[in-house]
């Protein structure tokens, strides 16, 4: 508990609270001035929370910081049957709970700064779902949510930004070096301008280079063009090469358009597809990590493209041309540039397509069903729920599948029997008409069909009746053997209503007495505990100073130890045991320093004397330097004049050959 104090201690008396406690100071702080503290820390970490407690009311106080402890997630000590007393602590200011929380908080501030701000915008409004009913208030909702979840994709990417990118000093010597290299640059080209001037046709040399460095810059961008023609036209051949085998595909399925020929590719490609999901599925599920290994994969091959690249380039271009290295690398750093924002642009566009195609969606779902795209886990859920009622849907398509079947097998014969039937029926039908009976057997069948069913009417109403007398009886007897069983129960029952009437009466007296009994003794409770508590903190005081006091006693009797000591070595007839004296080893240390200043002294007055003539030896050796400086460049301006007139004699020689 005491490194716990001092930590919290050293903290309060840096940048930006600046309090001057100690251990003392600091243990014999009121309640509510600590509770002030408590929140000049929040208000650090929160600067909603700057206000002064004593203007607001004490559970406005305590909602305010539960809910700021609630959003940076700390966790009490102890367990959770104590936040009845942790809050009551919090509410009164004790140090056991207050304490804790300041260690807590100053040991992690900036973390708790980031989480307070991401607070403001990540915690949702709770909204009733009655009111969630409206259609406004549902899509007001909705992108509220869609504003949260941009605000955590955009606050990640700083973050990556932050972590990833170039800090300001890098880029700045970064521009330092590239301004020396200009300078550099300049500073030559100027040179070679000078050596130039001397030469007799130097513009036009100057026109001639010009032109073939502009004639490189055309055959390395005709070869640009040429790279990118070749790479449209593979494009192109491997779009046809697919349209060509879908045009395949698609003739021999209307080929073999017959079932008994379609039906069992379908069924081996459904076949494979089901193996391939079934690999896919026993891999292990890929995670950020596996991810990343694969991007700085890529990354790395592509590293290495672009130096193999850069290497053949090197080996086929002429290398006499000193600025082609940096026209390279400027020509592959704006491939690369193209190349990026064209695939930005596509990305930027699909995105956009994508996001109308999820809005459509989006606006379809809630049209068909009222509800919201489900996300996250729900959406796991209703895929999970969804395929085990697949499951259950192919089963019952199965079945229904044999059904119909089955109901088909049944109709065909059905419309057998019909035709037999009617067969049947016309031969006797013509036997009637030979014999001159005609309508005998349909007559004969209405007369059977007629008495059977009036007997069996009969029956059936023969049988109502018997069952309604039996009932009637049956219900009779059992109301009979009701009344004389429960007769004697009633009478017992009278006076127990009675009886139990009194007793709930007597029960109500009782628990009112019991309540306001036990009401007095909690608050009698209470104030116990409270005076308890005061005792102790008075107790723990009490203590404190205790031992305050010892230590100062200690350090007292230390220094009238160490002055009784020293008395008695100065007083002491022994030298060395005078030497050992801290007046004696003063009044050494007095001497040396001042036979060091002596010296110094004496050192910086031979420093003054000597600073004139050594001043002028240094001019004059400067002097010197210049002086052979001029003579080296007379000396390299009269060499490049003999160079040049070598030249030209060189050249007039070679015109009077020709």
């Known amino acids: 508990m005491s490194e716990q104090i001092k930590f919290i201690v050293e903290q309060l ?60 997630k700390y966790k009490p ?149 040429k790279q990118e023609q070749k790479n449209q036209l593979f494009h192109a051949e491997q779009r046809l090469q697919r349209a060509q085998q879908q045009l395949k595909d698609l003739r021999q399925a209307s080929a073999d358009a017959k079932p008994e020929n379609k039906l069992p590719k379908e069924l081996e490609s459904k076949k494979k597809t089901v193996h391939y999901l079934q690999k896919v599925v026993a891999e292990p599920a890929m995670g950020h990590s596996d991810l990343n290994e694969l991007e700085a994969k890529i990354q ?51 995105l956009l397509i994508m996001e109308k195609e999820l809005a459509q969606k989006t606006n379809q779902a809630r049209d068909f069903d009222g509800t919201e795209v ?53 031969q006797l039908q013509a036997v009637e008409a030979k014999h001159g009976i005609t309508g005998f057997s349909d007559t004969q069948e209405e007369l059977e069909r007629v008495s059977a069913l009036k007997s069996e009417l009969d029956e059936v109403k023969g049988r109502t009746l018997d069952e309604m007398s ?12 009701k009344k004389t069983a429960l007769a004697p129960v009633i009478k017992e029952l009278r ?16 628990k009112s007495l019991y309540d306001s009994c036990a009401a007095g003794l909690e608050s009698n409770r209470s104030k116990l505990e409270q005076e308890v508590q005061g005792l102790r903190e008075e107790c723990g005081q009490e203590e404190t100073r205790y031992h305050y006091i010892n230590c100062l006693k200690k350090i007292t009797e230390r220094q009238i130890q160490r002055a009784a000591d020293e008395m008695k070595l100065y007083v002491s007839a022994d030298p060395q045991e005078r030497r050992k004296a801290l007046r004696e080893q003063y009044n050494r240390n007095i001497l040396e320093q001042e036979n060091m200043g002596k010296k110094l002294r004496e050192k910086q007055k031979a420093v003054r004397e000597s600073h004139g003539p050594n001043m002028k030896q240094v001019k004059m050796w400067r002097d010197f330097e210049q002086l052979m400086e001029c003579k080296k460049l007379c000396f390299q301006k009269q060499q490049n004049q003999n160079s040049i007139g070598q030249v030209i004699q060189e050249g007039g020689e070679d015109r009077l050959i020709l």
Request: hydrophobic fraction near 35%.
């Open 77 to 225: 000590p102890g367990c959770a049957s104590d936040m009845s007393a942790f809050r009551q602590g919090l509410v009164t200011g004790s140090k056991p709970i207050i304490h804790p929380i300041l260690h807590w908080l100053l040991q992690r501030t900036n973390e708790l700064k980031k989480r307070a701000y991401l607070a403001r915008f990540l915690v949702k409004v709770e909204i009733p779902a009655d009111f969630l009913q409206d259609d406004v208030v549902a899509d007001t909702y909705h992108q509220y949510e869609e504003l949260v979840e941009g605000f955590k994709t955009l606050h990640r990417e700083c973050e990556q930004l932050k972590n990833c990118g170039f800090s300001t000093a890098e880029i700045r010597r970064d521009i330092n070096a590239m301004e020396e290299e200009k300078d550099q640059l300049i500073k030559r080209v100027e040179r070679l301008k000078k050596r130039v001037d001397t030469v007799s046709n130097h513009q036009r040399m100057l026109e001639m280079a010009r032109q073939l460095r502009v004639e490189k810059e055309r055959e390395e961008s005709l070869m640009q063009q």
């Open 300 to 350: 790395e091959v592509n590293t290495q493209i672009n130096q193999l690249i850069e290497k053949r380039m090197m080996r086929n271009d002429p290398t006499d041309d000193k600025l082609f290295l940096f026209r390279q690398q400027a020509s592959i750093i704006s491939r690369k540039k193209e190349a990026k924002a064209e695939e930005l642009q596509e990305g930027k566009e699909e």
């Open 470 to 481: 039996e009932m009637v009886k049956k219900l009779n007897a059992l109301i009979a053997e």
């Open 374 to 426: 489900l996300k996250g886990d729900e959406f796991k859920r209703y895929v999970s729920k969804l395929r085990s009622k697949s499951t259950v849907y192919k089963k019952k398509r199965q079945e229904l599948a044999e059904l119909r079947t089955e109901y088909g097998v049944l109709q065909r014969t059905e419309e057998i029997l019909k035709q037999r039937h009617e067969a049947i029926q016309q």
């Open 13 to 72: 008396n840096k940048e930006p609270f600046k309090k001057t406690f100690n251990l003392i100071t600091f243990d014999s702080v009121e309640p509510l001035q600590l509770l002030q503290v408590l929140n000049e820390v929040l208000a650090e970490i929160d600067p909603k929370h700057n206000i002064d407690i004593r203007e607001e009311a004490p559970d406005q106080t305590a909602k305010r910081m539960f809910s700021l402890l609630g959003i940076l």
């Open 495 to 510: 006076p127990l209503r009675q009886k139990c009437q009194e007793l709930t009466q007597e029960y109500e007296e009782k």
